[in-house]
T-cell receptor, first 115, second 111 residues
Framework: SAVISQKPSRDICQRGTSLTIQCQVDSQVTMMFWYRQQPGQSLTLIATANQGSEATYESGFVIDKFPISRPNLTFSTLTVSNMSPEDSSIYLC????????????FGPGTRLLVL | AQSVTQLDSQVPVFEEAPVELRCNYSSSVSVYLFWYVQYPNQGLQLLLKYLSGSTLVKGINGFEAEFNKSQTSFHLRKPSVHISDTAEYFCAVKSSYKLIFGSGTRLLVRP
């Protein structure tokens, strides 16, 4: 499967600031996704990162709060804007490889604590 | 809309004992089902998946799961667990392009 890395692995931020999380894949993939895992909770899809076009957001998530970039087929960023303590979560990117359809593989996650 | 139910939030078990983690999903014409494991402070690792074919699916680390269409279940089993299997386990169903996750089951293996 694809090797997925995320930066940073963890961070502690002050409320009102923004953090950009990077996701890098070692092969070209069409489908990339961003998920949020709140403390003690399951995963919820934030958006699908589309190469060459705007991201597609799920209900409850908006572009102003979670802007996403997808400049090429191996890279994406998620920004958490104007953070509040409620944004403290693990943020994970996932990919669906073109050659292993219907299956998503996840990165190691970014652990964010907002004070 | 698709949904996934993991009835057990925590399953304690002794080392070398068998274990079953339960997962039920809402009915659909066709489903793709997955089990992921999350070790402490790590991301999600794919354990196994059912896309089609044989209803008994074997995965990594000695885990297996059985797809039961009539009961809309996809329970995960292992005949003998190790301390290292202590982790959070998530069942997921693929709905269109996205994964819908269950609430997770914490497997706690005791010596």
């Amino acid at each position: 499967s694809a090797v997925i890395s995320q930066k940073p692995s963890r961070d502690i931020c002050q409320r009102g600031t923004s953090l950009t999380i990077q996701c890098q894949v070692d092969s070209q993939v069409t489908m990339m996704f961003w998920y949020r895992q709140q403390p003690g909770q399951s995963l919820t899809l934030i958006a699908t990162a589309n190469q060459g076009s705007e991201a597609t957001y799920e209900s409850g998530f908006v572009i102003d709060k979670f802007p996403i970039s997808r400049p090429n087929l191996t890279f994406s960023t998620l920004t958490v804007s104007n953070m509040s303590p409620e944004d403290s979560s693990i943020y994970l990117c996932s990919v669906e490889e073109d050659r292993v359809q219907e299956t998503q593989y996840f990165g190691p996650g970014t652990r964010l604590l907002v004070l | 809309a698709q949904s996934v139910t993991q009835l057990d939030s925590q399953v304690p078990v002794f080392e070398e004992a068998p274990v079953e983690l339960r997962c039920n999903y809402s009915s659909s014409v066709s489903v793709y089902l997955f089990w992921y494991v999350q070790y402490p402070n790590q991301g999600l690792q794919l354990l196994l998946k059912y896309l089609s074919g044989s209803t008994l699916v074997k995965g990594i680390n000695g885990f297996e799961a059985e797809f039961n269409k009539s009961q809309t279940s996809f329970h995960l089993r292992k005949p003998s667990v190790h301390i290292s299997d202590t982790a959070e386990y998530f069942c997921a169903v693929k709905s269109s392009y996205k994964l819908i996750f269950g609430s997770g089951t914490r497997l706690l293996v005791r010596p």
